[in-house]
């Protein structure tokens, strides 16, 4: 039996938006975010920018680790490098906010270059030291090196701008995200149409027949460690342009988790899951500061230790996905739409 999701050719399973229904939620929602500054205050303006940002490196991140099935736990570095290239041209060399994004996006990616090439013959776990030994090279880095970074006092960068309109405002800033984060989701959509992003699922899948069939491992690896590093080195960017202020604090290994987190909770491997897990990771902390308020007066303990007590909810929570929803929020959102699809049968 045909129904409207029934497909006769390639060119109609890759399609962007399958059905009408699809694009009708895509033109409500789009509609719900312009009108998002407008309906709620500056402080869910903030977590929606914060939001934004994550969105970004967690796509980069997910397009390693989730499509590549390269393990990275130093992504925390490359936002680093991405937020200190941005602020380093502003400040130093009256570069415009805008023109430092690409700058830093770039920088990013020939660090991630370096990182990859020696990475080529390591697999797994070796690949994860690797890139967790460079985060703590660029936090050495920032630190000792003073007279560039700033060293342990950062850097302050004035007000962003865009074409002499001042993205001062949270709600202003929101916009500008607002079209940064739909042209790198479309992006990062695209390349998994492409030859390219299908050869980064055949080397997740299995990196010996991907390379039995002609696939240069070699050059799609470090291709794919580029790509990450830039998504990363623009969220720096923009973090640096949104804070006005970086300093090394903002770059831990801590981070580098939280990124982790955002792709196991959202789901790894799909862009959509990269977009439920950023948000769903960087509104988490205000949930708990908020739960831990209503307590305050019964445990006040919890109040002194709100960072202990994040970072346990954290780890707690990337367990559960683990063991119950190792899909993610996409996996249960797949599940929901196989359900009413078939509804009323179970088949």
């Known amino acids: 039996m045909l129904n409207a999701t029934f497909r006769v050719s390639y060119r109609d399973d890759i399609k962007l938006f399958q059905t009408k229904l699809v694009k009708f939620w895509i033109l409500a929602f789009f509609v719900f975010l312009i009108l998002f500054p407008l309906i709620f205050d500056r402080y869910f303006i ?26 990275s736990l130093g992504h925390a570095a490359f936002v680093a490098i991405g937020a200190y290239t941005s602020a380093l041209c502003i400040t130093r060399l009256n570069v415009p906010f805008v023109a430092s994004i690409p700058v830093a996006g770039v920088t990013a990616a020939l660090a991630g270059l370096i990182v990859a090439i020696p ?19 660029v936090e050495h880095v920032i630190v000792r090196w003073d007279a560039v970074t700033g060293g342990p006092d950062g850097i302050a ?42 050869a980064f699922v055949a080397i997740r899948d299995h990196d010996i027949s991907a390379q039995v069939m002609g696939i240069d491992l070699a050059r799609y690896k470090i291709l794919s460690f580029s790509v990450s590093s830039f998504y990363a080195g623009v969220a720096g960017a923009l973090l640096a342009g949104y804070t006005k202020f970086i300093t090394f604090e903002h770059f831990t290994l801590h981070l580098s988790i939280e990124y982790l987190a955002m792709i196991i909770v959202g789901g790894m491997g799909s862009i959509l899951g990269s977009i439920y897990g950023a948000v769903f990771m960087t ?26 007590l994040t970072t346990v909810v954290n780890g707690l929570i990337i367990v559960l996905f683990l063991v119950f929803e190792p899909e993610g929020f996409y996996g249960r959102w797949k599940t929901i739409k196989a359900y009413w699809y078939n509804w009323p049968f179970t088949y």
């Open 157 to 198: 960068l004035p007000p962003a701008s865009i074409a002499g309109l001042g993205l001062d405002t949270d709600r202003r800033f929101f916009y500008f995200l607002l079209v940064m984060v739909v042209v790198l989701t479309a992006f990062a959509r695209n390349l998994f149409r492409t030859r390219i992003g299908r």
């Open 283 to 308: 509104f988490l902390p205000e949930g708990i500061r908020l739960a831990t308020d209503l307590v305050r007066d019964t445990y006040p303990l919890l109040t002194t230790r709100f960072a202990a």
């Open 46 to 71: 903030y977590l929606a920018n914060l939001s934004g940002i994550a969105i970004i490196g967690t796509l980069g991140l997910n397009i390693l680790v989730g499509n590549t099935g390269l393990i």
């Open 119 to 137: 990475s080529l013959r390591l697999r797994g776990l070796y690949i994860a030291v690797t890139t967790f030994a460079f985060g703590f090279i």
